[in-house]
Structure formats: C-alpha cells, structure tokens
C-alpha cells in the first residue's frame, strides 16, 4: 500500500514538472541535516576567509541595495569546499527524485551556494539554460534552502508553462534577460519554501528574485543537473569553460586579473 502512494506521488510530481516547469517536494530532507549545513555554510564564512576575493572566479558579488556597498553572496562552485553540500548534492533521496523526473538518472552538473543576506539583490527575469555548444538541454536547478524563503527575503518565482517554447531568446552562447512583457505576471508563482523541502525547476522555466529586504539571510544551496543521456558526467568540463567565459566577460570591462582558487 505504502509502495503505491509513493509511486502515485512520484507519477504526480512528474506530471506536475512536465507541465508547469517546476515543482516543490516538500520534506525531502531532515531538519537536523538541513541545520548541520546551515552551520557548516556559515564556518566556511570564516574559514574560507583567504579565498573570498573579487578576483577569484569562485565568488560572486552584490551591490546591497540599503547601503550600496559591493558584498559577497555566493560561492560557486561549493561542494569541494562543504562535505555537507556535496552530501546533499550526491544524497540518493535527491537523485532518485530527479530520475523520475528523468527518466533516468541524473548527473550533477553545477553547484553553488548563495547566501543573500540582508539587502542583496535578486536577479532580473531569466532563464538558465545558455546557448554554449553542447550545454545539456535537460538542464534543471534544484534548490535546497537553509533557510525559509519567501516575498521578505526574496524567493525565486517562476513562471509556470512557458519551458515548453524552449529558449526565449537569442541563442549567442550569453547570457540574456528576458523582457518583462514576455510573462504574465499574473501567473507567477513565488517558490516559497521551507529547511527540508526541495524546489526543481527546469533551465527553460523563466524566473527571477526580489531583493532581499527582510532582516533575515536567505540562504540556498543551488544545485544543477543533466540527465544522463545528455551528456553524461560533465561538470569539470562545465567549469573549465564556465571560466574561459567568465575570464573573456571580466576582460571586456578591463578586469584581467583574475584567478580561480
């Protein structure tokens, strides 16, 4: 009996997925798993002090819309620097979910930790998958939260149906926002989750943030994966040209020195 709800949930969850874009599986991980994360995020605060640089491409910046000051929000990648996060990267509860989705099994293709405290800003509306030679078209994210998201500290909201018309824009091998005009806003839906749920949404599924106005963090492990049959096992290759793109990007405003540590 209990073998046939799970597999009614899972019929149910890919449904869901194929039509809208996206779906919440909520409970997915324990709370203490979920805390023990949350800690080691923030040791690494500390203990990767050395590494947080504007000129490494393993960290990401942010101008704080309160005070205008350019602050650290993300490390990408994370999972060599957090045995927790790459736990919960590789955890066979996460990659059973996403092989129904599949159909097969999944392959872990990116991941990055963006802590968005206080102030940070969101991200304009966009979809993930880019135009890169071979980038995988079975392209998903996969957010883990380590803390609760919602309107206050800016949870992502997507936008469900629109996957199915692929790219929405030109496909030059950038990255694009999309224009307002191109959604309905009215048929956003705001990714409110809780420690424990996991929120999967595909890479032609457009999205966007808010800022972080709130007086909370809004930490989340962000996780990206490819099925199997496209591509396979590729994520040192993502990185590799991932940095060839960043190092050819920073060099158009005049920054060259950088390095990836």
């Known amino acids: 009996m209990l073998e046939s709800i799970i597999a009614t949930l899972r019929c149910a969850a890919r449904e869901s997925y194929e039509r809208d874009g996206f779906v919440?599986?909520?409970?997915?991980?324990?709370?203490?798993?979920?805390?023990?994360?949350?800690?080691e995020s923030q040791e690494l605060l500390e203990r990767c002090k050395p590494l947080i640089s504007v000129h490494n491409l393993r960290c990401r910046w942010q101008t704080n819309v309160?005070?205008?000051?350019?602050e650290f929000e993300t490390f990408d990648p994370i999972i060599d620097l957090s045995p927790a996060c790459r736990s919960l990267a590789l955890d066979p509860r996460l990659l059973d979910a996403l092989a129904e989705l599949y159909g097969e099994?999944?392959?872990?293709?990116?991941?990055k930790l963006i802590y968005k405290p206080p102030g940070i800003p969101g991200?304009?509306?966009h979809q993930d998958w880019i135009a890169w030679r071979g980038f995988p078209r079975s392209f998903l994210t996969v957010l883990v939260?380590?803390?609760?998201?919602?309107?206050?500290?800016?949870?992502?909201?997507?936008?469900?149906g629109y996957h199915k018309g692929g790219s929405l824009s030109q496909e030059d091998g950038d990255y694009h926002e999309l224009p307002l005009d191109l959604v309905d806003a009215s048929r956003g839906v705001l990714m409110v989750?809780?420690?424990?749920?996991?929120?999967?949404?595909?890479?032609?599924?457009?999205?966007?943030?808010a800022?972080?106005?709130s007086t909370r963090w809004r930490r989340q492990l962000y996780l990206s994966y490819n099925s199997l049959s496209d591509g396979g096992e590729q994520r040192e290759k993502h990185y590799a040209e991932f940095h060839v793109w960043l190092r050819r990007k920073y060099a158009q405003y005049g920054k060259t020195d950088v390095y990836f540590e």
Do not use: Q, W
């Open 24 to 39: 919440v599986l909520r409970g997915l991980f324990d709370a203490d798993e979920i805390a023990r994360a949350a800690d």
């Open 66 to 70: 309160a005070t205008g000051a350019c």
């Open 105 to 111: 099994p999944a392959c872990l293709f990116k991941d």
């Open 123 to 125: 991200y304009n509306l």
């Open 145 to 160: 939260p380590f803390d609760a998201a919602d309107a206050g500290n800016g949870a992502t909201e997507v936008f469900p």
């Open 193 to 209: 989750l809780e420690p424990g749920d996991v929120g999967i949404f595909g890479g032609f599924t457009p999205h966007r943030s």
């Open 211 to 213: 800022p972080n106005r």
